[in-house]
């Protein structure tokens, strides 16, 4: 009976759906493909269960849990070299100074959170999130559509669909199954830092929502010719709707119509 006073109680004080079989465990450390990792940063370690496939891959563990009893029995338990518990927010957290990597079944509340903490981390070089299975499939285009976030941080991030847990792995057993979601940084960005503004202002720009598609939105600032000539290079329909224009034909209109200036121009 403990053990389920104990989840229930997480739930509805922390949001917490606790990983209950091996399987599982070791399918969200094996997504996370640590194997050039030497810290990781876990995001709600909750009993450990996760924490301690992670000390098997990595030598060190910085282990956050919000829930201080949870924190607290995972610290009394033996002695692991690497480990590090904190009874802390991860979200109040400021990042390690060193490269590393972030590891968590999040709260699916503070998903949102948790993904901007991870973007705005200079040192991340990789974040292996358990989410909705409906979040990371949006977020990586498994739908066929794709989110602004990831079109607005896709020079600099990619976004993998990892996998999938049932809903049957966790306790309390929550509506949905689990999304294994990967953002990884890649080594070099595919916009120069100097272009990075105007790749951002391009971004809004497109999803300001004019006419309902990409090509009607850009020719509020762009040459209507120009636009036009940069979709029949791309063979790209001028009525697509802004959500089913992939990344890299994002990225591969902002220099076509860039090309020239270097910044936007108006007609």
């Not at 370690?45 to 956050?64: D, M, Q």
């Not at 699916?108 to 299975?133: G, H, I, K, P």
């Not at 941080?153 to 996998?163: D, F, K, M, S, V």
């Not at 940069?230 to 709707?241: I, M, W």
């Amino acid at each position: 009976m403990a053990p389920r006073t104990e989840h229930t109680r997480a739930r509805r004080v922390y949001g917490q759906n606790l990983l209950t079989t091996t399987a599982a465990v070791r399918q969200v450390a094996a997504a996370a493909e640590l194997a050039a990792v030497d810290l990781v940063v876990e995001v709600g370690a909750g009993r450990g269960s996760l924490t301690a496939e992670l000390l098997r891959h990595v030598r060190r563990v910085i282990a956050y849990e919000v829930d201080p009893a949870m924190a607290a029995a995972l610290e009394a338990r033996p002695a692991r070299p690497g480990l590090t518990v904190l009874a802390a927010d991860f979200l109040a957290a400021e990042p390690p100074a060193v490269p590393f990597a972030v590891v968590g079944n999040i709260p699916y509340a503070l998903t949102s959170a948790v993904v901007d903490w991870c973007l705005t981390a200079e040192r991340l070089t990789a974040a292996t999130l358990l989410t909705q299975l409906e979040y990371a499939r949006k977020r990586t285009g498994d739908y066929g559509r794709w989110s602004r976030l990831t079109i607005a941080t896709w020079p600099r991030y990619e976004w993998i669909l990892a996998g999938r847990i049932p809903r049957s792995a966790f306790r309390p057993v929550p509506g949905v199954d689990g999304g294994l979601l990967r953002i990884v940084r890649r080594p070099v960005p595919l916009v120069e830092p100097p272009a990075w503004g105007a790749y951002q202002r391009f971004v809004d720009l497109g999803f300001s929502g004019v006419g309902g598609s990409l090509h009607a939105s850009l020719t509020r600032r762009f040459e209507t010719a120009r636009v036009a000539g940069a979709f029949r290079a791309l063979r790209l329909a001028p009525a697509t709707p802004v959500g089913l224009v992939w990344p890299e034909q994002w990225l591969s209109l902002f220099r076509l119509l860039n090309r020239r200036t270097g910044r936007p121009g108006r007609r």
